[in-house]
C-alpha cells in the first residue's frame, strides 16, 4: 500500500497535486501478441516517428509529460502505473568524469563552471560525493514530479531538474530512459527559474 505523502505532494507554491504515474507505450512494446500481427508491428514501427519510439517504456508524472498524443496518428499508449513502481525501478546515473573531465577541468573547457563550483567550495576532490549527491537529489525531485521537461527527440526525452548545493538552486540535464532511469548529461544546466 502506498504512503500518503507518496501519493500526495505539494509543490513549491503550496499547491497540492496527486502524484499519478503513467507509462508511455508505443506499439512496437506490446506484448502478447501474434508473431505475425509483432512484424507487422514491427514494419510499420519503423515508419514511425523516432521520438514515439524513444518515449517507449519511459515513465511520467502525470502533471508533467509529453503532449499526448505527440503527432497525428500517433498509436501510442499511456498506462497509469503506481507511484511505488516508479520507486522500485528508477535510478540515477552520472558519471563520475561529468566532474572530473568536465567541471573541473580548465576554465576554458569547463566554460565558468569550474569557478562557479570552487565559489561554492568544491574541488576536484569532491567529484565522487558531487555525483552521488546529483544522483540521489534528481532521483528524489523525478519521484516527485519536480522536473520540467526540454529537448525530446530520437535519443529521448530531456529532463532539467533542480540540484540545490550551498543553497544555491540550479537545473541540471538528463535524458530519460525507459523504467525511470534518468541519465546525467549537464551537472550545471542554468539557474533554477
Ligand atoms: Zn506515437
Not at 505532494?9 to 508473431?35: A, C, F, S, T
Not at 520507486?87 to 569550474?114: H, N, P, R, V
Amino acid at each position: 500500500m502506498s504512503a500518503f505523502s507518496d501519493l500526495i505532494k505539494v509543490d513549491k507554491n503550496g499547491r497540492i497535486y496527486y502524484n499519478k504515474w503513467i507509462e508511455w507505450i508505443h506499439l512496437y512494446n506490446y506484448v502478447g501478441i501474434e508473431r505475425e500481427v509483432v512484424e507487422e508491428y514491427i514494419a510499420v514501427a519503423l515508419r514511425h516517428c523516432a521520438s514515439c519510439m524513444a518515449l517507449s517504456g519511459c515513465y511520467f508524472f502525470k502533471g508533467v509529460m509529453p503532449k499526448y498524443p505527440l503527432h497525428p496518428h500517433c498509436d501510442c499508449k499511456t498506462m497509469d502505473i503506481d507511484i511505488n513502481w516508479v520507486k522500485k525501478k528508477a535510478k540515477a546515473e552520472c558519471k563520475i568524469e561529468k566532474f572530473t573531465e568536465y567541471i573541473f577541468t580548465d576554465e576554458e573547457q569547463s566554460k565558468g563552471k569550474k569557478a562557479l563550483f570552487e565559489s561554492w567550495g568544491f574541488d576536484i576532490s569532491d567529484s565522487e560525493y558531487l555525483k552521488n549527491e546529483f544522483c540521489r537529489q534528481a532521483l528524489e525531485n523525478y519521484l516527485s514530479g519536480n522536473y520540467k521537461l526540454k529537448k525530446l527527440d530520437g535519443e529521448g526525452q530531456r529532463l532539467a531538474i533542480p540540484i540545490t548545493l550551498k543553497n544555491k538552486t540550479f537545473y541540471s540535464g538528463w535524458l530519460l530512459r525507459p523504467q525511470g532511469l534518468i541519465i546525467n548529461i549537464t551537472p550545471y544546466g542554468g539557474k533554477f527559474k
